[in-house]
């Protein structure tokens, strides 16, 4: 049998283990017989996309993100529609996608799953030309990534500081939304593109969301009126996969969304957790079954 070539693309900074080896465990753990293994270090932002981009330009059969929902980002962007498979290996603070996915948290456990070589085709899409994966959104909760991204901290509780100082803050506004024919006049604190089921950390924004139906979950979140009633009603709902029975909460599905903010205030945009600046309009598209991924067996 062919051996398989497999890049891994190691951010070295991501999350907070940073002296983990990742090398020498890929080493340990997987085949040697079944797999030749090379190793890059990120130096830089955009580095993973420039690796990614060179390993299928050689015909590398399987490139590993090893990082956060950020390096997963930039490594899987180029191989959306290319014959080279997708493995992720979580290593970073949220990893919301590996959450979806069930790839275990530990290293040796996330690589010993390539060994399998279980492979299923995942839907991706693009906010306003740019590629995500698990989730994107505008709002509230893309204010906290820019914030968030802007610390030096990580980590979920300097993260969950982040979402307590914006509450207060941020405020709701109106958005025009455009999908199936339909326009859809609405208020919202915020609103998530969700492919997958998972912000990070295990909270599922949007607990119906599939990375195999060909459509995406948008999620319009209204901000309470009482934040005794967020404490108490909604964010149970939301750390126990619920929050689809809140009545803070609309999800529409669709392929293709419009939406157009009615405010002149700034409207941020995240993508997959990274804050990507401030944007007039989004538009939404879904490209079913467009990259191949290595998963667990039963998922």
């Given at each position: ?5 497999i ?6 900074i ?7 080896n990742?090398e ?19 130096r ?14 050689a ?8 990082g956060?929902?950020g390096?997963m980002n ?5 191989l959306?529609g290319t014959s ?9 603070s ?7 996915l069930?790839i ?12 399998d070589m279980h492979?299923?085709?995942?839907d ?5 030309g740019?590629?995500?994966?698990s ?7 893309a204010?906290?990534?820019f914030?968030?991204?802007q610390?030096?901290?990580?980590g ?8 307590l100082?914006?509450y207060f803050?941020?405020?709701?506004v ?7 024919g339909?326009?859809l006049?609405c208020?919202a604190f915020?609103?998530?593109?969700a492919?997958?089921?998972?912000w ?9 969301a599939?990375?195999?139906?060909g ?9 309470p009126k ?9 964010l149970?709902k939301?750390?126990?996969s ?5 009545n ?9 969304i419009h939406?157009i903010?009615q405010?002149e205030?700034?409207t941020?945009?995240?993508?997959d ?8 309009e989004?538009?939404l598209q879904?490209f079913p079954?467009?990259?191949?991924v290595?998963v667990p067996?039963?998922?």
């Open positions: 049998m062919e051996k398989r070539r890049l891994f693309i190691i951010n070295p991501s999350g907070t283990r940073h002296s983990d990742i020498r465990i890929a080493r340990t753990t997987l085949d040697p017989t079944r797999f030749d293994m090379e190793f890059q270090m990120t830089y932002k955009g580095h993973g996309a420039e690796l990614a981009r060179d390993a299928v330009t015909g590398v059969d399987i490139v590993a993100a090893a956060g929902d390096t930039e490594v899987a962007t180029q959306v080279t498979t997708f493995a992720l290996i979580p290593h970073g949220g990893n919301g996608m590996a959450y979806h069930h275990p948290l530990h290293l040796q456990k996330a690589i010993r799953i390539i060994n492979v299923e085709p995942v991706t899409c693009m906010v306003n740019q590629h995500f994966f989730v994107a959104g505008i709002g509230f909760d204010k906290v990534a914030d968030f991204n610390d030096a901290h990580r979920f509780s300097n993260y969950f500081k982040h979402i100082k914006n803050h941020y405020r709701q109106n958005y025009k939304i455009e999908y199936d339909k326009t006049l208020p915020f609103i998530t593109f492919n997958s089921s998972q990070g950390y295990n909270v599922k924004i949007a607990p119906m599939s990375l195999q139906d459509k995406l979950d948008i999620c319009i979140v209204k901000k009482l934040f005794l009633k967020l404490l108490n009603v909604d149970p939301l750390l126990t619920h929050f689809d029975r809140s803070i909460v609309k999800y529409i599905q669709s392929e293709h939406i903010p405010t205030e700034p941020y945009l995240h993508i957790g990274d804050a990507a600046g401030i944007v007039q989004i538009d879904v079954q467009s990259l191949k290595i067996r039963g998922i």
